[in-house]
Each structure stands twice: as structure tokens, then as C-alpha cells.
């Protein structure tokens, strides 16, 4: 069965930094593109940051560019989100997102929220 997870989500005090995990069962996060999403209460879906994985190449949305980057560790098959200088607006739910082999599939989404 092939299913994303995500992990990692809390609660931090703005300035603050995160670490959001992505592992998938059913095929290898390695070959896939991933990306992360994130939907903040009363707001649609919105891009956060990704990962082509087959030549390094990654992409950020203008909100966390320079403050967040996406990570492979291919030794784990597995990709994190790092956040830092944590801002109260980047409160949402974070979802992982893998294509592989032209399917898309969805994590259930890890919440963040950046509160003093």
C-alpha cells in the first residue's frame, strides 16, 4: 500500500525553527519529486518548497525563500523540510507530496503553529 507520512509539526515560538519529516511506504521517496504544501485555516492549499531529486534542483515559494529549505537524505528515503526563523504567519497544516511514476500522492498533513 502506498502511503506518505509526515511528522515533525509542533508548536514554536516565532524566531523559532522546525523540522518537518516525509517518508513513504510503497516506493522510494529517492525517484520520486516532492514537494510540500501548506494550508493555513480559512486559506486554499498553498506551494511551500520542492524537490526534483534527480538533479538536485529545488524551489521555494517568495514567503519562506530564505528561511526554508528541503533536504533529501537518500541513505533513508526520506525528505525534510527545515524551517527557520519561524514567522506567526507560517501557522498551517504542512502536507508532503511525492509523484513517482506519474501518480501523485498525499500525505495526511502535520500542523504547525508559531505562536509566543
Known amino acids: 500500500q502506498v502511503q506518505l507520512v509526515e511528522s515533525g509539526g509542533g508548536l514554536v515560538q516565532p524566531g523559532g525553527s522546525l523540522i518537518l519529516s516525509c517518508t513513504a511506504s510503497?516506493?522510494?521517496?529517492?525517484?520520486?519529486?516532492v514537494s510540500w504544501y501548506r494550508q493555513a485555516p480559512g486559506k486554499e492549499r498553498e506551494f511551500v518548497a520542492t524537490?526534483?531529486?534527480?538533479?538536485?534542483?529545488?524551489g521555494y515559494s517568495e514567503p519562506v525563500k530564505g528561511r526554508f529549505t528541503i533536504v533529501r537524505d537518500n541513505a533513508k528515503h526520506m525528505v525534510y523540510l527545515q524551517m527557520n526563523s519561524l514567522k506567526v504567519e507560517d501557522t498551517a497544516v504542512y502536507y508532503c507530496?511525492?509523484?513517482?511514476?506519474?501518480?501523485?500522492?498525499w500525505g495526511q498533513g502535520t500542523q504547525v503553529t508559531v505562536s509566543s
Open positions: 524537490s526534483i531529486g534527480s538533479d538536485g534542483s529545488t
Open positions: 507530496k511525492a509523484v513517482h511514476l506519474r501518480s501523485e500522492y
Open positions: 510503497g516506493f522510494s521517496l529517492n525517484t520520486a519529486i
